[in-house]
């Protein structure tokens, strides 16, 4: 079982310790006990979105080490919330959300999923969102992201993009550096680092919201996802918010 403590709030974002991490925190897949789930993709028929949900319980079901599973459920938010009150029901404590990628195109999914998720779930379960671009990630800790993985730097390295804390690089339009590929892998992975170190301190702070202010400006789908977060979903972030 992931052991997860919160030792503040800054918004409905944790901070914490996860198994003796700081958290936020970046998360290696290849370290964890996950369950085997049945993928589907984000914009598809319900009817083949249950089935994914299904196989993903029966597979999860069967899983000897209570650990890691995979929501899925697609588009769809009321499967997603079955597929994690079942898991959470057969002893999961840490969820990665399927289609993360898909989700980052889709700002309105994207808040009103994890609000949800947040909102069904035990304090004391994790919530994993894989492939985070960088600088999404102060946006995604705030509503309540717990773990990250690093990988998407690998991937982006094989396509000889640099990652900054707000901006992705061509390198073949963008010549900051003459890398390698391993070198650029390092280089993507410590641009992650360095946000969710920024991330942490701005919770230990109570200055998270400036810097998720501050990279609204970094791309139309965060500025779009923060809109719809203060506009719909205020009662969320005043609950957790602390009071002076």
């Known amino acids: ?46 009817e083949i979105a249950e089935w994914s949900v299904n196989e993903t319980l029966k597979l999860a079901r069967e899983y000897e080490d209570k650990d890691i599973a995979v929501i899925h459920g697609s588009k769809y938010i009321d499967l997603r919330v079955k597929c994690l009150k079942e898991l959470e029901e057969m ?11 898909d989700l980052l195109l889709h700002p309105r999914d994207l808040v009103d999923l ?18 985070a671009e960088a600088q999404f990630i102060p946006l995604l800790a705030y509503m309540g992201i717990d773990a990250f993985f690093d ?42 680092d360095f946000v969710l170190r920024e991330v942490r301190e701005h919770m230990k702070n109570g200055s998270l919201r400036n810097l998720v202010e501050e990279r609204s ?26 009071l002076y």
């Open 217 to 242: 400006a970094t791309s139309p789908q965060y500025a779009s996802a923060l809109r719809i977060l203060d506009k719909e979903y205020a009662d969320y972030l005043l609950e957790y918010s602390q």
């Open 1 to 46: 079982m992931v052991k997860f403590e919160i030792k503040s709030h800054d918004g409905p974002g944790r901070y914490g310790k996860l198994d003796g991490m700081e958290s936020p925190v970046i998360l290696k897949e290849s370290d964890l006990n996950m369950a085997p789930d049945e993928s589907s993709a984000y914009d598809i028929e319900r």
């Open 91 to 101: 002893g999961y404590s840490g969820f990665i959300i399927a289609n993360a990628d």
């Open 151 to 192: 990988d998407i730097g690998e991937y982006y390295s094989y396509l000889n993009v640099l990652m900054s804390p707000t901006k992705n690089y061509d390198l073949k339009v963008y010549e900051l550096y003459d890398l390698t590929r391993e070198e650029l892998e390092e280089y993507n992975k410590n641009t992650i």
């Open 114 to 131: 994890i609000v949800e998720l947040r909102r069904n779930m035990k304090s004391s379960s994790i919530l994993i969102f894989p492939h």
